[in-house]
T-cell receptor, first 113, second 112 residues
Framework: DTEVTQTPKHLVMGMTNKKSLKCEQH?????MYWYKQKAKKPPELMFV???????INESVPSRFSPECPNSSLLNLHLHALQPEDSALYLC????????????FGPGTRLTVL | GENVEQHPSTLSVQEGDSAVIKCTYS??????FPWYKQELGKRPQLIID?????GEKKDQRIAVTLNKTAKHFSLHITETQPEDSAVYFC???????????FGGGTRVLVKP
């Protein structure tokens, strides 16, 4: 299995809702990532997990809360989001050692009303 | 700084012609330079990459060159085809933390 999967594909939520994005990979990768991509822009790194521990938080607002329950799963918990948080949220995974390809999931298209 | 500058932002070429995209990075600690292709509504996919100890790499119609002294790297696509139409992102990676920083992207249109 050489794919990263993400659910849901689309999510519409209000500013008072709590929702979660899920990401899964079975390639044995021990590094997992969350990126945010706005229309016509490059992906922007949000969080990096290495060996299930948070190693990088790119000063992301606390309304985004990542979680890595095991080596195959990565979640992003959302609470009290703003309309400007609407974007494509991409998950990726790779081997921890550098020089390795990051494999991206198809993304979750999030709309905050 | 940690920026990756990418040019041009849009590129229109005739089918069969070559396309060249250039990127500049600023961090001497960068040691890995991947190129991703993202078709409309799809995920970014790696098309070629190069490590800092290599000057050039080729894979069929795609090649990447790296000039570490000048902190430049470039993507070359030869014999372009309509299916090459997409947004291309360069990126650099710092070994510490596996942090990937993307350039602004180049929208390539190959006209039949």
């Amino acid at each position: 299995d050489t794919e990263v999967t993400q659910t849901p594909k689309h999510l519409v939520m209000g500013m008072t809702n709590k929702k979660s994005l899920k990401c899964e990979q079975h390639m044995g990768h021990r590094a997992m990532y969350w990126y945010k991509q706005k229309a016509k822009k490059p992906p922007e790194l949000m969080f990096v997990y290495s060996y299930e521990k948070l190693s990088i938080n790119e000063s992301v607002p606390s309304r985004f809360s990542p979680e890595c329950p095991n080596s195959s799963l990565l979640n992003l918990h959302l609470h009290a989001l703003q309309p400007e948080d609407s974007a494509l949220y991409l998950c990726a995974s790779s081997q921890v050692v550098s020089y390795n390809e990051q494999f991206f999931g198809p993304g979750t298209r999030l709309t905050v009303l | 700084g940690e920026n990756v500058e990418q040019h041009p932002s849009t590129l229109s070429v005739q089918e069969g012609d070559s396309a060249v995209i250039k990127c500049t990075y600023s961090d001497s600690a960068s040691n890995y330079f991947p190129w991703y292709k993202q078709e409309l509504g799809k995920r970014p996919q790696l098309i070629i990459d190069i490590r800092s100890n290599v000057g050039e790499k080729k894979d069929q119609r795609i090649a990447v060159t790296l000039n570490k002294t000048a902190k430049h790297f470039s993507l070359h696509i030869t014999e372009t085809q309509p299916e090459d139409s997409a947004v291309y992102f360069c990126a650099d990676l710092k070994a510490a933390g596996n942090k990937l920083t993307f350039g602004g992207g180049t929208r390539v249109l190959v006209k039949p």
